[in-house]
């Protein structure tokens, strides 16, 4: 592979003499395969080799055929570069994360930091989780969907609409769009369009998101910035850049040497490094900031009679009937919208009002069912939720094959007769529903979801995850 000039000058002055050759040789490479798992639903099989930075990541000896594994589609594990999970090193080592908090992810399609988010934060947190772009917004609703932890609402707004709600997170995630120098190994066609002046349009544009966010974040709240690309102005300079136009403290992590992560120190900021010469990932930077004072706005998590809420709760006969659905019940509000009902973390009720009230809300929490008269037909989000009772729904386990089948909305029949709803599992993991009608089968896996591609003759199981 060619690389442009400049980049390759400036790797040279980055790295020096001794370790440019082996950067060089290491982009040449295959790129390792990683997955982070979701441990709400499924673990990891013993023989993966961990990612040294993140608990629930792991590296795959080849890459299968995700396609033709339903755990992907039961939102088990999610593909994801490794050295993005770096994240939760941050999360970790700078957030109480006990506590109930206020995140945001602003740039979030396809959705690998929001569910590693999802992971990280506890129930009582709360995850805006934003993609400008629409129809990558509906990618990312559907990852988060699928990964089911029930506390997330996805946004599509651009950074400036963010300026409408103050001081509001305590957390925020900024995995800014970039020149891409990092992915050149996975995708050759970002060297084609890769040049000075882009770095200098994607370093304008980071900060202009930057900008627009800032004022989103409370006093003393945490911002977690990404690229994946290895120069100073889309990186360390804009940080710097930042922190003094609005007064911030760059946080310093704890690094394990044998991780390979390369820590710099530019214009007062801490950042960190990765080289896929140095480790078992791809290009990626990332540095943290707190933004300067004391956070004394008081949040209210009750719900008072005289506010007027954009949320609406669902009809007594709604309720009632979904409240067997859940777990744990009790600790949800039930909203609705049209015939939509859906399920949010009561405490969460003023938060998610108020992102209602400012930003366009695509997704939220878990979608459980569409009234349709006087009956309720369950939705693929509470399928997939990692709270729904098992119990209330008949459930029936499909092998390889027949879970293929029905991830391509092909119609199966499982020999059995009844006229009911059957929740669908392959090895456990729920993949959606099906209406039992007599012996017929109709299968209500959502059309936008479903596998395109044709089945091979002989299908091999893929074993990443175990029950
Ligand atoms: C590096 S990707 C995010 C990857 C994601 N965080 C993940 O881990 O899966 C950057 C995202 O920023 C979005 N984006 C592009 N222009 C933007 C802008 N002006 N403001 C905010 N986001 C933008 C892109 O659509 C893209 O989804």
Sequence with gaps: ??????????????????????????????????????????????????????????????????????????????????????????????????????????????????THLASLISEDSLLVSNEVIRSRASILAENVAKWGSGNVLVTCNDPRDFGRLKNFFDVMVVDAPCSGEGMFRKDPQAVGEWSEENVKLCAQRQQRILMDVWDSLKPGGLLIYSTCTWNEQENEENIAWLSEQEGAESIKLQLQPEWGVVPTQLSGVEGYRFYPHRVQGEGFFMA?????????????????????????????????????????????????????????????????????????????????????????????????????????????????????????????????????????????LPLGWAKQIGNRMNNYYPKEWRIRMELPQELLETTIVSE
């Design 1 to 114: 592979m060619q690389f442009p000039v400049s980049f390759t000058d400036r790797m040279q002055r980055l790295l020096g003499p001794q370790e440019y050759p082996q950067f060089l040789e290491a982009l040449q490479a295959t790129p390792p395969v990683s997955v982070r798992i979701n441990k709400a639903k499924a673990m990891a099989v013993a023989t993966l080799q961990p990612v040294p930075w993140a608990e629930t990541g792991h590296y795959l000896p080849e890459r299968p055929l995700f396609t033709l594994d339903p755990a992907i589609h039961a939102g088990a594990y999610y593909v994801q570069e490794a050295s993005s999970m770096f994240i939760e090193q941050a999360l970790k080592q700078a957030v109480h994360l006990e506590e109930p908090l206020q995140v945001l992810d602003l740039c979030g399609a396809p959705g690998g930091k929001s």
């Design 288 to 428: 943290v900031v707190r933004k300067a004072g004391i956070d004394e706005s008081f949040t209210n998590h009750s719900k008072s009679k005289k506010k007027k809420y954009k949320l609406s709760e669902a009809g007594k006969k709604e309720k009632s009937l979904v409240q067997d659905w859940f777990l744990q019940p009790e600790k949800y509000s039930f909203l609705q919208y049209g015939d939509v009902v859906s399920a949010l973390p009561e405490h969460l009720f003023e938060a998610a009002d108020e992102v209602y009230q400012n930003l366009y809300v695509v997704y939220a929490g878990t979608e459980v069912a569409e009234v349709k008269g006087k009956k309720l037909k369950p939705l693929q989000g509470l399928a997939l939720s990692q709270h729904i009772n098992k119990e209330a729904f008949s459930t029936a386990d499909l092998d390889l094959e027949q879970a293929l089948r029905y991830l391509r909305k092909e119609d199966i029949s499982l020999g059995t007769n009844g006229n009911d709803w059957v929740l669908l599992q392959y090895k456990g």
